[in-house]
């Protein structure tokens, strides 16, 4: 694989599985712009680590769930780093709780900066892959999404609908040499998954074949090889990096 000089935008860049995407973006010579909302001492030190000579890697602050944040991400992009060729949607929350208990504010959360996020930004990016006639997109979904999962039904709606717009949208723009794809991380080693109790750890994993935790690096080569050329006749599809947990 390689993607040297190629611009990007990754949502939710500046820790976990987005954080591992763009530090392999970049070792493969590809120029990132990353959003974060919080994290600014994070995102600088990404920065510092992920640039080199001819790669940029630049962080920007913006709520994904916005539309109007997405476009000012785009603009951004085209003018600091020249163009936008790959797209990764990986903002995403979690406001996990029984059906029952949940509240319509985090139903709607969840849904907003999960699933909304996804439109906001390929909306916004679509336009300059198109007039261009290239363009990689890649969804960050979850296993969940195929399988569901218990106290999680707002995210895993917010995923599900994930896939599907990443099928819809591979149709949409597959005439303008734009590949859209998804994948799907099982149980990967973040933050998010640090909150867990050892109880909670053996039984998740109890459901993996393979018997251990994914690395968010793992995700990250899946990801680039889908913005790679490798990948230029895979489109509509969605790759499960999950350790057989969704067979």
Do not use: H, W
Request: proline share 2%.
């Amino acid at each position: 694989m390689n993607l040297t000089g190629k611009k990007a935008i990754v949502t939710g860049g500046s820790r976990g599985i987005g954080k591992a995407i763009v530090m392999e973006l970049a070792a493969q010579g590809c120029s990132v712009v990353f959003t974060y909302q919080n994290s600014e001492e994070a995102a600088k030190q990404i920065e510092f680590e992920a640039s080199k000579d001819d790669v940029k890697v630049l962080g920007f602050k913006a709520n994904a769930a916005s539309f109007q944040e997405a476009e000012k991400t785009i603009q951004f992009a085209l003018e600091n780093l020249g163009g936008v060729d790959i797209l990764v949607n990986n903002a995403g929350i979690t406001r996990d709780g029984l059906l029952l208990r949940m509240s319509e504010q985090d139903f709607d959360n969840v849904i907003s900066a999960n699933l909304k996020s996804v439109f906001n930004y390929t909306k916004a990016a679509i336009k300059p892959m198109m007039a261009q006639r290239y363009g990689k997109i890649v969804n960050i979904a979850s296993v969940v999404a195929v399988i569901g999962n218990p106290g999680q039904a707002n995210y895993v709606a917010a995923k599900a609908g994930v896939i599907g717009i990443t099928k819809s949208n591979a149709k949409e723009f597959a005439s303008r040499n734009i590949n859209v794809n998804a994948v799907a991380p099982g149980f990967i080693a973040t933050d998010m998954t640090a909150k867990l109790n050892d109880k909670q750890k053996e039984s998740m994993l109890a459901n993996i074949p393979i018997k251990r935790e994914g690395k968010a690096e793992e995700v990250a080569k899946v990801v680039s090889f889908l913005c790679s050329s490798d990948a230029d006749y895979i489109t509509g599809q969605v790759i499960s990096v999950d350790g057989g947990m969704a067979m």
